[in-house]
């Protein structure tokens, strides 16, 4: 059941969010609506407005467990620390590390040391590790999802335990890590229409937003699948706090709507 609901500053546009959430339960949102709301917006777990962490679009975003933000601004991927402190890196169009055609997604490790950025280049995903503590890109870039064609990454997370999930759009699959997918199109348990976002609890239990299916999932750690939530309308995002809270991004109603116990 819905043990509260957490209203929205605004009503931006629903294809432009992304939510995250850092070890002290403040959720941010990314929202490009209007002059007021376009943004980053900073939340505590009450639904209380604490501010806004930057004044442009940034629909691509993530935050570490400390309150890192990182988020996209043109050809610079910004590394906003809890003190307000902004580092800008640049980066350039091509197919070279610290070059990007089209960035999909950006997922921050949980323990901090490094972001993932994945763009898509003629079809396929690549991925790029960022450390944010050096400013500098790592290794060389590499290919994901070699053993099917068009794959499409719209979210990217990484979990206590080091796996890292991936949201196809695409395919209508949940990757785990490069090789391994689960789903496909359609309205029954374990499969997916647009999942859009991914989480963890702290048993292993995974929760994937399914947005035009109008729920979250829930699967046990080997991705067999166990319940849902329901009654949703366009959830785009799914985190989970220390207290295995569980807070979903609700377009369709603009707000947050969380299932917990805390």
Same mark, same amino acid.
């Given at each position: *059941?819905?043990?509260?609901?957490?209203?929205?500053? %605004?009503?931006?546009?629903?294809?432009?969010?992304?939510?995250?959430?850092?070890?002290?339960?403040?959720?941010?949102?990314?929202?490009?609506?209007?002059?007021?709301?376009?943004?980053?917006? #900073?939340?505590?777990?009450?639904?209380?407005?604490?501010?806004?962490?930057?004044?442009?679009?940034?629909? +691509?975003?993530?935050?570490? /467990?400390?309150? =890192?933000?990182?988020?996209?601004?043109?050809?610079? +991927?910004?590394?906003?620390?809890?003190?307000?402190?902004? +580092?800008?890196?640049?980066?350039?169009?091509?197919? %070279?590390?610290?070059?990007?055609?089209?960035?999909?997604?950006?997922?921050?490790?949980?323990?901090?040391? &490094?972001?993932?950025?994945?763009?898509?280049?003629?079809?396929?995903?690549? *991925?790029?590790?960022?450390?944010?503590?050096?400013?500098?890109?790592?290794?060389?870039?590499? @290919?994901?999802?070699?053993?099917?064609?068009?794959?499409?990454?719209?979210? %990217?997370?990484?979990? #206590?335990?080091?796996?890292?999930?991936?949201?196809?759009?695409?395919?209508?699959?949940?990757?785990?890590?490069? !090789? @391994?997918?689960?789903?496909? %199109?359609?309205?029954?348990?374990?499969?997916?229409?647009?999942?859009?976002?991914? @989480?963890?609890?702290?048993?292993?239990?995974?929760?994937?937003?399914?947005?035009?299916?109008? /729920?979250?999932?829930?699967?046990?750690? =080997?991705?067999?699948?166990?319940?849902?939530?329901?009654?949703?309308? !366009?959830?785009?995002?799914?985190?989970?706090?220390?207290?295995?809270?569980?807070?979903?991004?609700?377009?369709?109603?603009?707000?947050?709507?969380? &299932?917990?116990?805390?």
């Amino acid at each position: *059941q819905v043990s509260g609901i957490l209203p929205l500053k %605004s009503g931006p546009s629903m294809w432009d969010w992304t939510m995250s959430i850092d070890s002290a339960g403040n959720i941010y949102v990314a929202s490009c609506g209007d002059s007021t709301t376009s943004g980053i917006l #900073k939340y505590d777990k009450t639904g209380q407005f604490i501010k806004k962490v930057t004044n442009s679009c940034n629909p +691509l975003m993530a935050v570490d /467990r400390a309150g =890192n933000v990182y988020a996209l601004n043109n050809n610079n +991927l910004l590394t906003i620390k809890p003190d307000g402190t902004i +580092l800008s890196k640049s980066f350039g169009t091509g197919f %070279s590390t610290g070059e990007f055609n089209r960035i999909t997604a950006i997922g921050a490790d949980y323990s901090g040391k &490094y972001v993932n950025i994945v763009d898509d280049y003629n079809g396929y995903s690549m *991925q790029t590790v960022f450390d944010p503590t050096t400013q500098v890109w790592v290794g060389s870039k590499m @290919a994901l999802f070699q053993s099917l064609p068009n794959v499409k990454i719209e979210c %990217s997370y990484s979990s #206590k335990m080091g796996f890292t999930y991936y949201c196809d759009t695409y395919h209508q699959y949940v990757w785990l890590g490069n !090789n @391994a997918y689960y789903g496909g %199109s359609g309205s029954s348990g374990g499969s997916y229409s647009r999942p859009s976002g991914v @989480a963890v609890d702290s048993n292993g239990n995974i929760y994937v937003a399914d947005q035009f299916n109008n /729920r979250v999932q829930k699967f046990d750690k =080997n991705m067999n699948y166990l319940e849902s939530i329901t009654g949703l309308n !366009n959830p785009i995002g799914v985190v989970i706090d220390s207290f295995d809270n569980i807070y979903v991004l609700d377009s369709g109603t603009n707000s947050i709507k969380k &299932y917990g116990w805390d």
